[in-house]
């Protein structure tokens, strides 16, 4: 695929999921601080966060575009591997607070109030990231970008997260106050174990490991194949 046209597509995708971050955070923290619910003030900092890495995202697809020149002889597509391993890192920054300031609410737990408005918001959490994180997945298939894949999965971890959130919330509101912090916990974790995954492939990547097994035996089968060739041998991988 033309490298112009992949990037118009990274970048299209990345904007829109930026817009849809950007009122669900909005939405999310406004309607958790009136229904002094900690799992889904957690829940729309995750979301602001998403937008964070949305801007990271389109700002490494345009890098990773661009052709090679003398400095960067084999492109740039490697911008988007360091973007992953910022983006993870900062994923599991934002975990560990959340996880810190759960454990605060649970020993003093509020009692919610505007359950349906809670419960709403969250409901519309799930509906909208996860048919973001579809989108995503298609075009990072359609552009073969390891980054989007990354950011869409993203996306599903604040579904996942927010149905976290429902059952809080719904917990709490039959009397078992503790369960919204520690929805508001769970969230933390799962945003801290998306981050850990991004950045182990990443670090991978950056440190010119080798591709696996099955793709090595299909190269030599196909370098095998090639008239004139006897053997194979030496042969090295890297992504």
């Given at each position: 695929m033309d490298s112009h046209i992949r990037t118009k597509k990274s970048q299209k995708v990345t904007v829109i999921g930026a817009l849809v971050d950007f009122l669900l955070s909005a939405i999310k923290i406004v309607v958790?601080?009136?229904?002094?619910?900690g799992a889904l003030i957690a829940d729309g900092i995750h979301s602001f966060s998403d937008l964070l890495t949305d801007w990271v995202t389109w700002y490494a697809a345009k890098l990773s575009g661009e052709a090679p020149d003398d400095d960067h002889p084999y492109g740039h597509e490697r911008f988007e591997t360091v973007a992953t391993l910022g983006l993870s890192i900062f994923l599991a920054?934002?975990?560990t607070i959340i996880i810190f300031d759960g454990f605060g609410r649970l020993s003093n737990p509020n009692e919610l109030k505007h359950e349906n408005w809670l419960i709403a918001a969250a409901v519309l959490s799930i509906l909208s990231k996860?048919?973001?994180y579809w989108y995503t997945v298609k075009v990072?298939?359609?552009?073969k970008s390891d980054l989007l894949k990354a950011n869409a999965w993203h996306h599903r971890t604040d579904a996942l997260s927010s149905i976290v959130v429902v059952i809080g919330i719904i917990g709490a509101v039959n009397g078992y106050f503790f369960l919204d912090s520690v929805a508001a916990m769970v969230v933390g974790v799962l945003i801290i174990y998306i981050g850990w995954q991004l950045g182990f492939e990443a670090t991978k990547e950056l440190v010119d490991t080798s591709i696996d097994q099955e793709d090595i035996k299909a190269?030599?089968?196909a370098l095998a194949e090639i008239k004139g060739v006897k053997s194979v041998h030496t042969l090295r991988t890297r992504k």
């Open positions: 958790g601080v009136i229904g002094q619910s920054i934002v975990g996860e048919g973001l990072a298939k359609d552009v190269l030599h089968i």
